[in-house]
C-alpha cells in the first residue's frame, strides 16, 4: 500500500519461519520475499563473555572526557532548526553534565572499543576494572570513541529526535503530517530491525542505539551490541552484549514486529535486573568505522577456529595461541 513513507508492505510468517523482504519502491516495484525456518544466526566467533570487556561501565566520576552538552549541541547543529523547532529542542550550556558520571557511563565507546578488538583479531584486556587514570591509554581510546559512536557528522541527530516527548510512538502525530518524522515503532520494526538483521546475516556485529527516555533526557540513553537473533513469526529475540552486564552470555532484547500504529514493546529477558527502564525505540548506529585498539589478548587455536568455521571444537586445547606454532604443530601431530 502507499503511504506517507512509499510504498509499505505487510508481510507475516507463521510461527516457526521467518519472512525477510527488500525492493518494493517506485513505480512498477518488484517486491522480493525470502522465507526462512526459524533458527539462531549468529556473528562467528563473538561472545560476550569472551569478546567483551571483563569490567562494567561504571566509571569515576573525575574522569574527564566530554559533557552531554557539548555533544546535545553538535547534535542539534545536524538536526537542523525547523525539525529542532518542531519537537521542543533547544541549546543547553556545553558544559552542562559530564558524560562520566556514574549515571551516564561511556556505553557508545566500550561498544565501539569491542568491536575494534574483534575486528583486529583480539580479545579486550582481562582487567575486571575500568581504567581509573586519565593517562591510561584505554581509557583515551574508549573516550574517543565515544564520541565516535554519536556520529556527529552523520545521523547522530537521532538521539535527539528520537528522544523528544513529541516525538510519536506510533504511526499517527502531528510530527508526521508535516513529514517530519516517521513513530519510534515504525523505526524500529521497519526501518532499523531489518538494517540490524542484514548485519548479522552478513557475519557483522551490529552496535545499537536504545532510546530510554522520551523527555530528552539523553543521559538514559544507552548503547549495546548485537551479535545473533532469532526470529519465528512476527516475534524477533536479539542477543546483544550489554556492556553494563559483563559476562552475561544470556541477554536478549524482544520484541514484534506486526504492528507500528501503537509504541513497540521491547522485552528485556536473561540476566536483566529488575528495574531497567523502558525502550522507546532501537536503532543501528551509523558511522562506525574499525580502529586500532591498544594492548589486547591473542585468541587461542580454538577461538580462531570457531570464528572461522562457527563450529565448536571440543578437542582444541584452550591454552595454544597463535604465537606458539610449535605447540600448535605438536597438537596436529596428535589427531
Known amino acids: 500500500m502507499e503511504s506517507q513513507y512509499g510504498n509499505t508492505f505487510h508481510v507475516w510468517a507463521p510461527p516457526g519461519f521467518e519472512a525477510a523482504y527488500n525492493g518494493g519502491q517506485g513505480h512498477h516495484a518488484r517486491l522480493r520475499i525470502r522465507l526462512r525456518e526459524t533458527s539462531r544466526r549468529q556473528v562467528r566467533g563473538f561472545t560476550p563473555s569472551v569478546n567483551g570487556f571483563q569490567f562494567s561501565n561504571s566509571w569515576s566520576p573525575g574522569l574527564p572526557a566530554m559533557a552531554v552538552g557539548f555533544l546535545w549541541n ?40 569491542a568491536m575494534d578488538y574483534f575486528a583486529a583479531g583480539k580479545l579486550p584486556p582481562a582487567e575486571t576494572t575500568s581504567p581509573a587514570s586519565e593517562a591510561d591509554p584505554l581509557f583515551q581510546f574508549i573516550r574517543d570513541r565515544l564520541l565516535d559512536s554519536f556520529d556527529i557528522s552523520g545521523s547522530g ?67 549495546v551490541l548485537a551479535y545473533a537473533y532469532q526470529q519465528s513469526g512476527q516475534v524477533v529475540q536479539l542477543w546483544v552484549y550489554d556492556n ?36 522507546f525505540c532501537i536503532f543501528r548506529s551509523d558511522g562506525y568505522n574499525p580502529h586500532t585498539p591498544p594492548g589486547g589478548r591473542q585468541l587461542s587455536v580454538r577461538q580462531v577456529m570457531e570464528r572461522v568455521t562457527g563450529r565448536r571444537f571440543g578437542r582444541l586445547p584452550d591454552d595454544v595461541g597463535l604465537p606458539r606454532p610449535a605447540s600448535l604443530r605438536g597438537w596436529l601431530g596428535s589427531v
Not at 513529514?179 to 552478513?202: K, M, N, S
Not at 536478549?252 to 525502550?279: A, C, N
Open 244 to 279: 553494563n552486564y559483563p559476562g552475561m552470555d544470556d541477554l536478549y532484547l524482544q520484541f514484534d514486529i506486526t504492528d507500528t500504529t501503537g509504541g513497540v514493546d521491547v522485552t528485556r529477558f536473561g540476566s536483566y535486573r529488575p528495574g531497567e527502564p523502558r525502550i
Open 74 to 113: 553538535r547534535l542539534l547543529d545536524t538536526l537542523g532548526g525547523e525539525t529542532a523547532g518542531a519537537l521542543g529542542i533547544a541549546r543547553v550550556d556545553d558544559g552542562w553534565l559530564p558524560i562520566t558520571q556514574a549515571s551516564a557511563g561511556m556505553c557508545g565507546g566500550m561498544t565501539f572499543a
Open 157 to 223: 541527530h537521532r538521539w535527539l529526535g528520537y528522544s523528544s516527548p513529541h516525538y510519536p510512538n506510533g504511526d499517527e502525530g502531528f510530527v508526521q503530517v508535516a513529514g517530519l518524522a516517521r513513530g519510534r515503532a515504525w523505526v524500529t520494526c521497519r526501518d532499523e530491525w531489518p538494517r540490524i538483521r542484514d548485519d548479522i546475516d552478513a557475519g557483522r556485529l551490529s552496535p545499537l542505539g536504545l532510546i530510554q527516555t522520551d523527555s530528552l533526557d539523553i543521559g538514559q540513553n544507552h548503547q
